[in-house]
């Protein structure tokens, strides 16, 4: 008996000094490891997705409208004129940086935008579980994003700092016009490399940048910074490419304006297209669009 209770005795010592509080620390559930979780084609795609949700944020959208048609001849503020003070700045080009909304919400919002990008971008390479033709599509809609939030911050700002990385400091030197233009038209350009046409996307996906669009965008790009040559390009490459891209569409002999004016009339913009004459074609019969019947 005496030497059961010794083996016991033993047995009890052994357990307590192999014992750790392992056991004690539980991963919480619900809650992702941030360390973890960008290194997942899942994680990733959130962070696509949160840089998608910036376009329809209320402060976004507002903005875009006192930013855009109110400062124009295209609308008032209404209401007034002590209701909502900073909207009237705007509306009387007196808005200065302590405007809620110049200052803050249409700043803050479209670099937030660029930093879920941003982190995206930076983690897309170290997929495991993700193939080299996801990983190009998710880098092309991440790229296509930020350029497009950069386009609005230097058309309201000029030159602002650039953020390519998702841990650069608070701090920053403001970068000149031309710097964040360059990094625009790299960025839709390779989109518009690697962007599918929007054929090719499921119907789940509708909505998704295409290849299209991000033509579009850098030729506006183009357009504000008044480099001819470079829409003269693009307007070309639009008009002899514009049957291929919309498999859909055909041109037929009904009332309407001629399609390869109307791509040059939307490049060039109406008085810029008659200022290029020599590389637009002037309507000379009464085209538009019809829907091309399947092929049999």
Known sequence: MKTY????????????????????????????????????????????????????NYRYVSNRFFLGDVVSDDA?????????????EIEEFRATASNMQFGSWWWTGLYRGIFYANVAIANIDQLTDATEEEKTQML???????????????????????????DQEKEQARSSAEEVYALIEEDYS???????????????????????AALSLLGKAYLYQIHWQEKMELSLFLKYSFL??????????????????????????????YSQLKNCTMPTKRETLVEKRPLS
């Open 190 to 212: 390779f989109a518009a490399e690697h962007l599918p046409e929007k054929s090719a996307y499921p119907e789940e996906d509708m909505g998704r940048p295409t290849k299209g």
């Open 140 to 166: 092309s809609e991440a790229r296509f994003l930020r350029a497009y939030y950069y386009f609005e911050l230097v058309r309201s700002y000029g030159g602002v700092p650039l953020r390519t990385e998702p």
């Open 5 to 56: 209770r010794i083996f016991i005795l033993i047995g009890l010592l052994l357990v307590g000094f192999s014992c750790s509080d392992d056991f004690l620390e539980k991963t919480p559930k619900g809650v992702e490891n941030s360390e973890e979780f960008y290194k997942t084609k899942r994680g990733v795609e959130a962070q696509i997705i949160a840089a998608y949700s910036e376009l329809k």
């Open 244 to 273: 291929k891209v919309n498999q859909k569409l055909t041109l037929g002999k009904m009332e309407g304006i001629s399609v390869p004016y109307l791509l040059c009339q939307e490049i060039f913009g109406a008085g810029g297209c």
């Open 76 to 88: 008032t503020k209404g209401s007034e004129p002590g209701d909502f003070v900073s909207a009237k």
